[in-house]
């Protein structure tokens, strides 16, 4: 498998359940990222992995539970989830940006459209 | 707060026609990124504009950067259907690992 894969890629579940979404990347990255992108809305930064700890977090609802066991996984874990939750989930990986400089180029994962009934 | 302003939202095009997709954001910012989404498929990379008056060329497509008008051009020359997709651009934010999002420009491009 080559670049950042994600599973599943279609995920129906009801709001008592506990799913998780799984990103792997195949790049040789040390950055991972989470993003929700919702329909006409710009996409939304979750969490952020760089070197397996997490340095971004916005604001995001604890239904939501990240986990970066190693820098090629990447995990998303969901419970309770409220149906406005629904949308296309993005993985993304990069290099770390060096010091004082930009984020390397994302490279995106297809994404898990997730729908909570 | 910064924010990504892509104009227009929505454009439907003949092929064959020139056309210019803007983004403009709120605040200083030096580095600019260009990405492509077809539909149900996950964004792809095509620019990354790092400097004032960067200009970038790929087929078709060229964009642009002017970090004191705060704006960024994405132009298509003489398009066709296969360039027919949401293309976004985003901004680096101080935190160096964060990128505000424009909300993407729909593009059809008709035969």
């Not at chain 1, 792997?24 to 992108?37: C, R």
């Not at chain 1, 939304?44 to 239904?63: A, G, H, I, K, T």
């Not at chain 2, 020139?18 to 498929?41: A, E, F, H, M």
């Amino acid at each position: 498998e080559t670049g950042v894969t994600q599973t599943p890629r279609h995920l129906v579940m009801g709001m008592t359940n506990k799913k998780s979404l799984k990103c792997e990347q195949h790049l040789g990255h040390n950055a991972m990222y989470w993003y929700k992108q919702s329909a006409k809305k710009p996409l939304e930064l979750m969490f952020v992995y760089s070197l397996e700890e997490r340095v971004e977090n916005n604001s995001v609802p604890s239904r939501f539970s990240p986990e970066c066991p190693n820098s090629s996984h990447l995990f998303l874990h969901l419970h309770t989830l409220q149906p406005e939750d629904s949308a296309l989930y993005l993985c993304a990986s990069s290099h770390p940006p060096p010091l004082a400089g930009a984020p390397d180029t994302q490279y995106f994962g297809p994404g898990t459209r997730l729908t909570v009934l | 707060e910064l924010k990504v302003e892509q104009n227009p939202l929505f454009l439907s095009m003949q092929e064959g026609k020139n056309y210019t997709i803007y983004c403009n954001y709120s605040t200083t910012s030096d580095r600019l990124y260009w990405y492509r989404q077809d539909p149900g498929k996950s964004l792809e990379s095509l620019f990354v504009l790092l400097s004032n008056g960067a200009v970038k060329q790929e087929g078709r497509l060229m964009a642009s950067l002017d970090t004191k008008a705060r704006l960024s051009t994405l132009h298509i020359t003489a398009a066709v259907h296969d360039l027919s997709a949401t293309y976004f651009c985003a901004v680096d934010m101080d935190s160096n690992y964060q990128l505000i999002w424009g909300a993407g420009t729909k593009l059809i491009i008709k035969p």
